[in-house]
């Protein structure tokens, strides 16, 4: 086991830590600033990616791929492709189903195309926050932990059984390289767009994105930077399909609003 964590690396993970926070509330203030639009469809978004992407998506995971579940999960990860598409459908439907959901309600009668876009900065942004950000920091915290106590007492924290995955993560941590820490905060930089209409095409296009990961999570795809590729091609791919789509949807008046986003309502 290595005796340090490198400073390279300890830089690159706080280096991700800042873009993941940061990254979310700049677009959203140049959003706003360039657009003119309130910001409640953003804590929407933020709200509706907490409860079905945090929430019912893990619950729903643990049911399928959990401990209880050792037939479903045994099959599925022995049958790689399946397995893929299980993952990609399982975030695909949730994620979008909550957009849908949310768009017929708490949105209804928001005006403005603009909305839509302000409403997947919250959903991107908190889940930037949530997958990228707190993974980042937990490895951070154990980085610096394993610097500032040294290796044998680092492992010594943990049981006998515990203590070879202790050597691997520590192994895997210093393997890591900046240049996959920038892939990985490129990967996190998609911007997502989605309409009522275009509801079962966004399954399809979310599922992808889930589909390629768990090929790689089962090995069909044996390199990360291929699949960070691929994913920042389809990135870009969906990104100019969205601002078409964008760009036909028909202007509305935009409501007046104070400086801090919220819609003024004349008597």
Request: proline share 3%; aromatic share 12%.
């Amino acid at each position: 086991m290595a005796d340090t964590i490198s400073v390279s690396i300890i830089i690159t993970f706080a280096a991700e830590l800042l873009f993941s926070l940061a990254l979310p509330i700049l677009v959203l203030v140049i959003w706003k600033k360039k657009e003119g639009t309130e910001l409640r469809p953003a804590w929407i978004g933020a709200a509706a990616y907490f409860v079905f992407g945090m929430v019912l998506e893990q619950l729903i995971n643990a049911a399928v791929l959990g401990t209880g579940s050792s037939a479903v999960s045994a099959f599925l990860l022995g049958h790689p492709w399946l397995y893929a598409v299980y993952g990609g459908l399982s975030a695909g439907i949730l994620e979008e189903t909550a957009r849908f959901l949310v768009y017929r309600t708490m949105l209804k009668d928001s005006v403005g195309r603009e909305n839509a876009v302000t409403f997947g900065i919250g959903f991107g942004g908190l889940e930037c926050i949530m997958v990228l950000g707190l993974t980042v920091l937990s490895t951070l915290m154990m980085s610096i932990s394993f610097n500032n106590m040294g290796a044998e007492a680092f492992a010594a924290q943990y049981a006998n059984s515990e203590y070879q995955i202790v050597l691997e993560t520590i192994a895997e941590i210093n393997a890591i390289s900046p240049l996959a820490g920038v892939m990985n905060c490129v990967e996190r930089a998609a911007v997502r767009s989605q309409k009522f209409w275009l509801y079962p095409v966004s399954i399809l296009l979310h599922s992808v994105v889930g589909f390629l990961a768990a090929l790689y999570q089962t090995n069909v795809l044996t390199s990360v930077y291929l699949l960070e590729v691929l994913l920042v091609v389809y990135a870009v791919a969906v990104f100019f399909l969205a601002r078409k789509v964008y760009g036909e949807l028909p202007m509305e008046k935009p409501r007046e609003l104070d400086h801090f986003g919220r819609v003024i309502k004349r008597k």
